[in-house]
Nanobody, 128 residues
């Protein structure tokens, strides 16, 4: 199995940027598709973005398209979420998730049930 550790969260003003990182430990990171989810207080966990094993296919929730970019560097065993033009409604705990399922398809990326491995989360707060 793989262990995931997020970093890069913090407090930023509206319109600012942050880059989240998700480091994978324990197994070959390139074997895992990964995704980012977020959960705001009092709300359900929400899919944000996903990327396949090679980094060639991505998917985003509509609310972040054009502002967020998911990427990965398999040589560094790390995935990223670049967040630009941040809004107060982006405030949440952001968690990365991964799956090594060989039958993984990007069409199923938005379901949290797709991912057996999760990080502990990192807080992102966007002030107005």
């Amino acid at each position: 199995q793989v262990q995931l550790v997020e970093s890069g969260g913090g407090l930023v003003q509206t319109g600012g940027s942050l880059r989240l990182s998700c480091a994978g430990f324990g197994r070959t990171f390139s074997r895992y598709a990964m995704a980012w989810f977020r959960q705001a207080p009092g709300k359900e966990r929400e899919f944000v973005a996903a990327i396949d094993r090679s980094g060639g296919i991505t998917r985003y929730v509509d609310s972040v398209k054009g502002r967020f970019t998911i990427s990965r560097d398999n040589a560094k065993n790390t995935g990223y979420l670049q967040m630009n033009s941040l809004k107060p409604e982006d405030t949440a705990v952001y968690s990365c998730a991964a799956t090594g399922d060989p039958d993984y398809r990007i069409s199923g990326a938005a379901s949290s049930r797709t991912y057996p491995y999760w990080g502990q989360g990192t807080q992102v707060t966007v002030s107005s």
